[in-house]
């Protein structure tokens, strides 16, 4: 395997200090024409191409934007880094993507190595809530050894209320899902969540308790089902609740995952939607549009929410002081068939 060529070989042909090198790399206007000249010829004829991570450690800083996402699997996720794709390229920024896999430990480890990196700014969804007082020391330590501009995309966790942020009215969402179930005589209406540890699981909960509230309808919690936002668990749960004697006549998905789970049991019984229960989903599935479903969902554009957050950071960098902001967008309900 042919040596790699270096800065310093770069600076014994070139005749120069590898100081030198590094201004020419960094386009300082304190080197003569001639010499940066002739740095360049030598960097041509090498087909040389410097290192990005050497160029960020040497410059204390870098056109890099770091982003961590809990399951970058999930369409959801994809949507979002498409959106902050389309704004990072205009604005020439490089992209670190990192998956947490919702791991506390993966998501210490990812902004670890950020932190290596120099980024420029920091797009971040939580692996987890940060409830204890001892994970809530540690992620704040970690964020500000960043030593740069943070936003908080989908998860709104108060432990990290301190950064700007970008998130969904999930609640609203929910709240007008269920209400619409209950405008179509529906009274026993199940919710399909997550375990209330997580505070996308609150925030739609809330949702769900509310329209029932104002439409005089008791909570009946055989119909809340917490699982974990995945698919397997989702398929679980639904199997569960589908084979209960008294049985919801329509469900809310918490998230396109758990739609998936559900939709795979209630084919498994050979039963269809609506005629034999009725669904809201949280998210769209493409796939499901594809082959005309029907499927009922709340639309939450990633998309946009990536779009945002990636502005949102560039506002923070250019402006360190402006007041703290919390964009919060709203879903829309699609509704096909009920």
Do not use: W
Not at 34 to 39: A, F, H, I, L
Not at 76 to 83: A, N, Y
Not at 116 to 142: M, S
Request: a neutral charge.
């Amino acid at each position: 395997m042919p040596k790699e060529f270096t800065i310093n070989d770069i600076a014994k042909e070139a005749r120069v200090s590898k100081a030198t090198v590094s201004r020419v790399l960094n386009d300082s206007a304190s080197v003569k024409r001639e010499t940066k000249e002739r740095v360049l010829k030598v960097m041509a004829d090498r087909h040389f191409t410097p290192s990005t991570m050497a160029r960020n450690l040497s410059q204390q800083s870098s056109n890099t934007i770091g982003i961590i996402v809990p399951d970058i699997d999930n369409p959801f996720f994809g949507e979002i880094l498409r959106g902050v794709t389309e704004i990072a390229d205009e604005c020439s920024y490089t992209l670190i993507c990192c998956n947490s896999d919702d791991s506390l430990e993966k998501d210490r480890k990812a902004l670890m190595m950020l932190k290596g990196h120099r980024i420029r700014g920091l797009l971040y969804t939580p692996a987890v809530d940060y409830t204890t007082k001892e994970q809530r020391r540690e992620i704040g330590k970690l964020l500000k050894d960043l030593n740069a501009p943070v936003v908080i995309m989908d998860r709104q966790a108060d432990s990290l209320d301190e950064y700007d942020g970008v998130f969904f009215d999930d609640e609203k969402g929910i709240y007008e899902a269920a209400m619409c179930l209950i405008g179509k005589g529906h009274r026993k209406i199940a919710l399909l969540n997550a375990t209330m540890d997580r505070v996308l699981a609150r925030t739609r909960y809330r949702g769900y308790e509310k329209a029932l509230k104002e439409a005089g309808i008791p909570l009946d919690r055989r119909y809340v089902f917490e699982g974990d936002y995945h698919m397997t668990k989702a398929y679980q749960l639904s199997r569960e609740m589908l084979s209960m004697e008294d049985r919801p006549t329509a469900v809310i998905t918490g998230n396109n995952r758990t739609s998936l789970g559900f939709l795979k049991a209630l084919y498994e019984r050979h039963e269809s939607l609506p005629k034999d229960i009725a669904c809201i989903g949280l998210d769209r599935i493409e796939a499901l549009d594809i082959i005309d479903s029907k499927f009922n969902y709340i639309e939450r554009d990633a998309k946009m929410m990536g779009r945002e957050a990636i502005r949102l950071l560039n506002e923070r960098i250019a402006c360190p002081d402006q007041c703290l902001k919390h964009i919060i967008l709203n879903p829309a309900l699609r509704i096909r068939e009920l």
